[in-house]
């Protein structure tokens, strides 16, 4: 039988493990580096990132159809952007994270980038 006291302290254990859900899970969550795919670049859908000091928000990743050999796919940003921020190789960086120049393109609903990872 557990008494009160053990009960209170297991208790309190749980409310600080889940406040700290979004830290545990951004540890979890792969790294972006220079040879990400679309499975870890999925696992960060909805996070928030930076364009050139602009923040902007993951909202999609997914696969492009393709003949290639390899993995193809696209990712999409949304966000305020200035009105000159158009089609160019830009840095994204994330909270605490390295930054990656990627070629972004401009959408009526944010930015595009689009991946073709040859195998060979």
């Given at each position: 039988m557990i008494?009160?006291?053990d009960f209170l302290?297991?208790?309190?254990?749980?409310?600080?493990a889940s406040t700290?859900?979004?830290?545990?899970?951004?540890?979890?969550?792969?790294?972006?580096?220079?040879?990400?795919?679309l499975t870890s670049w999925q696992a960060h859908v909805?996070?928030?990132?930076e364009v050139d000091g602009h923040a902007v928000t993951l909202q999609s990743?997914?696969?492009?159809p393709g003949r290639q050999l390899g993995e193809q796919f696209c990712l999409r940003?949304?966000?305020?952007?200035p009105a000159g921020m158009g089609n160019a190789i830009h840095t994204l960086t994330q909270g605490g994270g390295g930054a990656q120049a990627l070629y972004l393109a401009r959408t009526p609903q944010?930015?595009?980038?689009?991946?073709?990872?040859?195998?060979g």
């Open positions: 008494n009160k006291r302290k297991s208790g309190g254990a749980a409310i600080v700290s859900t979004p830290a545990a899970l951004a540890a979890v969550r792969p790294s972006l580096g220079t040879w990400a795919g909805g996070q928030r990132f990743a997914s696969a492009l940003f949304a966000g305020a952007l944010g930015l595009r980038a689009d991946f073709c990872r040859l195998r």
